[in-house]
């Protein structure tokens, strides 16, 4: 009873024992001791994968009750108890369905696309903290491994619009490529100013710098606004969607992508909704800190609180124009983002 | 040992791609392995415990240079399917340079001392994060180079305005 309760409670120090147990035995039997790093490695990695697709089923159904709730519809009520297992059949569809490739296009690019996009959304969940010493690897580099290797996911945006050979997809993935990078920008300058109150980038630092529940939304109020913002344009989500305004351009940088290698994109852009509302979450709320339940509960409520943020703003506003899209970022985003860090720096100092 | 060979892994990663860019008849293909090379390098630099620049190296090169290439490729009119060549005729300058390039690299690696180097760099990045100590370094020992450089940046940017603002000027 006692370790369930530290199991859910204090997860490292339990997990820790049962590592150093197992490397007890593992040398007793004079293995190397790599290979069982490696397999403990793998078993987190496994687990890291079924988080990613069980929430992605989950959170698509999510989206699709609550965009039906806004609009006054029903949303999904046929397959399973209130059309809970739409999402399982959806999938099911996706993977038998006929793997089309165009004959035009370039090869490479068009299969290594979805894999580009993907592969980074996977990775970042390696310095994601969903409990206390409940993370994969603790990096010193936290929040700026976070920022780097989402922004590998352009180069995947960009071959999938070009090696399509289609007009859509090409300007698709340009749009896209324009925007994910100038939002970048004002998304690095509010990362820098909670890492400016945290003193860390570690992400086990910044939760314990938010510890006895001085959470950084107080004083980073205009930063978690921007953070809203920005993150919803990083994510090609409404009201930023130009790359695939389908009024425009079909379906963006996707068109000519069917079956499983669409699933990918369709995984990855409902894991970056989870990724940048869990990153919300770590960075302005706390990270998993909260009063009686178990940390990795509070982590997924807190979680889930920016990811209806984010849902809510993008079933209520309509999508911005194309020729707004780098204005907002540049001349507003930019600018309040660089001042919240001038004023942080500054009462920083002062105090 | 599994350092070793996690770092021939790497380096021949990091071979093979820079090859396959050069040899690569098609043009987003060599900026593609770019990206694999680059992202070797950085392997390279997280494997001696330098995290920071390889997270630097990853967010830099990748993430702005080679999505910039990417983004100026996709605006050229080259058509998918028709392969330019990447040589040229110039094969005798190149290979002097090539080779001068060489003796060069060859030269630094044998006169470097890699016993006492190995050393203090293993006693730095155990003493603490580098992260901090980079910065520190930064704003104190070379805290000249770096406002250089950041005023070269700015003067880049200004360029870039001027550029701009000039030819909408033309345009009325």
Known sequence: MELIKELFYNSGKPLGELYTWAHGIWAGWGAPPFLLDLIFQIIIGVAVALVVVLNALWIIYYDRKLSALMQIRKGPNRVGPLGLLQTIADTVKLMIKEDINPKAIDVLSFWVAPLIIFVPTFAVFLVLPFGKGLIPADLNIGILYVIAITGLTVIGILAAGWGSNNKYSLIGGLRSAAQIVSYEIPMMLVILSVVLLSGSMKMSDIVAAQANYKWFVIPQIIGFIVFLIVGNAEIN??????????????????????????????????????LTSAIGATLFLGGWEGPFLPPIVWFFIKTYFVVTILMWIRWTFPRIRVDHLMEFSWKYMLPIALLNLVITAIVIKLV | MVELILFYAFAGVIIFSAMLMVLSRNIFHSALFLAVTLLGVAALFAMMG????????????????????????????????????????HVIPAIITSLLAACLIILAVLKTDWGTRIAQSVAQTELTDNTALIGRQLLTNFVIPFEVVSVLLLAALIGAIAIVSRDKEAEK
């Open chain 1, 237 to 274: 989500r409404a009201p930023f969607d130009l790359p695939e305004a389908e009024s425009e351009l079909v379906a963006g940088f996707n068109t000519e992508y069917s079956a499983m290698k669409f699933a990918f994109f369709y995984l990855a852009e409902y894991t970056n909704l989870f």
């Open chain 2, 50 to 89: 330098s995290f920071f620049i390889a997270g630097i190296q990853v967010l830099l090169y990748i993430g702005a240079v080679v999505v910039l290439t990417i983004f100026v490729i996709n605006l050229t009119k080259q058509v998918i399917g028709q392969d330019a060549p990447q040589v040229n005729e």
